[in-house]
């Protein structure tokens, strides 16, 4: 496990050459990443979310394609379709956007219903269906979706059982003073983009994502997970809760935390870190408490202070 942390290191200071600053952020992606999870990037234009996905495809040597998500994008623009071959009559496969390892759903709430939900089946079973047939999408399969926060006329609020499908929902946010001055040299002449080069292959990111998997969660652990979740069904300022899914997907995140941090098992501290990006999004807020500005984050916030740590890693 010793190898983790340095390939991590390197990782990120890639990624970092397009992206100033935020490493939680790159490693909260590199954790969905290795636990073959999604991410819903919810923020502002301009803060660099379409960069992060192409800087972290770069990165790690794997195939990316962006889908500029506007209400004429059909779900057969997604999955693909079959069309006939004009030399023997035969129907033929055409392979729909999602057809790569990371895929960049830009602006996802921009279409309609329809076309998100032809993006589930890929996201949950990690293959598509068309015509009756199935195939399988590439591995390693991240979707990274970005939606504004701000701007809500022409939109399609994207409906819970999609929004359950991520794994978290992060936030880049604005940069600090200094960091905004390094943005300006760096792209003052050039986009550092262009001149990136991966640090590792798809097919690493593959093997590790089978080690991440076997990272060990101990009972202790699981129970505290469980507690964690439960609780926010019976939060005061909660009408729905976390579903087994998102306690299922707390676990997975806090074994990437624990993989990327170089170790074999997880501990409290793991499941405490991604607790917040994992949960948040699945709670649906009572509208009495969002008029008191009770945010989502703040009921997963007040669940952890709740909420005791195993004895035993105390």
Do not use: W
Request: glycine share 4%; hydrophobic share 40%.
């Amino acid at each position: 496990m010793s190898d983790i942390p340095r390939l991590v290191q390197e990782i990120k200071q890639n990624v970092q050459k397009v992206i100033v600053g935020k490493d939680d952020v790159i490693e909260l992606m590199l954790i969905a990443l290795l636990c073959e999870g999604h991410v819903l990037i919810e923020d502002v234009p301009g803060v660099g979310k379409t960069s992060l996905a192409s800087a972290l495809a770069r990165s790690v040597g794997c195939s990316y394609r962006r889908i500029q998500f506007t209400p004429d994008v059909l779900p057969s623009d997604i999955t693909g379709f079959s069309a006939p071959d004009l030399k023997t009559g035969a129907f033929e496969y055409r392979p729909g956007m999602v057809m790569s390892q990371i895929v960049l759903a830009d602006e996802i709430n921009r279409t309609s219903p329809k076309t998100q939900s032809s993006l589930l089946e890929a996201m949950e079973e990690r293959q598509v269906t068309v015509d009756g047939v199935t195939r399988p999408v590439p591995r390693p399969f991240l979707v990274l979706a970005t939606q504004n926060p701000v701007e809500y006329i022409g939109t399609y609020p994207l409906p819970e059982a999609q929004l359950d499908r991520f794994l978290m929902r992060v936030s880049i946010g604005y940069p600090s003073l200094s960091q905004q001055i390094d943005i300006l040299t760096r792209y003052a002449h050039d986009d550092p983009r262009e001149t990136l080069t991966p640090v590792t292959s798809a097919d690493e990111i593959a093997r590790l994502i089978t080690r991440t998997r076997a990272v060990h969660c101990a009972p202790p652990i699981k129970e505290y997970i469980a507690s964690l979740t439960a609780r926010t069904r019976l939060h005061e300022h909660v009408s729905l809760g976390v579903s087994p899914r998102g306690a299922l997907y707390l676990m997975r995140a806090a074994q990437g935390s624990a993989f990327i941090a170089g170790r074999d098992y997880v501990i409290p501290d793991d499941v405490q870190k991604v607790c917040v990006p994992v949960l948040s999004h699945r709670l649906m807020v009572r509208p009495e408490a969002r008029i008191r500005d009770m945010t989502a984050e703040r009921v997963v916030q007040s669940v952890m202070a709740m909420t005791d740590v195993p004895a035993s890693y105390r």
